[in-house]
């Protein structure tokens, strides 16, 4: 995947959270998940912090956080299907953002 498609999928995430008819408190969730794990320069940091390029703790931690953050979901808010959809998108690009970075990482 190009850099455009990862920069284009993450702004559209980020207005389909901005005006999706969830609770508040969700919506601030997830927003901050988005910009901890969508956000290249923390990405870069957090891999920077690990001893090994390969260590997993950042994917862990991106998941445990996602999964935390469903917690602040209202039973109205999982009832959207497209939510959940969003849930399983912002996984994916945050691999995708993790293995630009490694690579990256590997390069240098």
């Given at each position: 995947?190009n850099?455009?498609?990862?920069?284009?999928e993450?702004?559209h995430v980020?207005?389909?959270?901005?005006?999706?008819?969830?609770?508040?408190?969700?919506?601030t969730?997830?927003?901050?998940w988005?910009?901890?794990?969508?956000?290249?320069?923390?990405?870069e940091?957090?891999?920077?912090?690990?001893?090994?390029?390969?260590?997993?703790?950042v994917?862990?931690?991106?998941?445990?956080?996602?999964?935390?953050?469903?917690?602040?979901?209202?039973?109205?808010?999982?009832?959207n299907?497209g939510?959940?959809?969003?849930?399983?998108?912002?996984?994916f690009?945050?691999n995708?953002?993790?293995?630009?970075?490694?690579?990256?990482?590997?390069?240098?």
């Amino acid at each position: 995947m190009n850099d455009l498609y990862c920069t284009e999928e993450i702004n559209h995430v980020r207005r389909y959270v901005n005006n999706i008819p969830i609770s508040g408190r969700y919506r601030t969730e997830l927003v901050r998940w988005i910009n901890t794990y969508l956000d290249e320069e923390n990405v870069e940091k957090h891999l920077s912090s690990t001893k090994d390029t390969f260590d997993m703790s950042v994917k862990q931690a991106a998941q445990r956080d996602l999964e935390l953050t469903i917690l602040f979901a209202k039973k109205e808010d999982r009832t959207n299907s497209g939510i959940i959809f969003l849930e399983g998108e912002l996984l994916f690009l945050f691999n995708l953002l993790y293995e630009k970075v490694k690579a990256q990482k590997l390069a240098a």
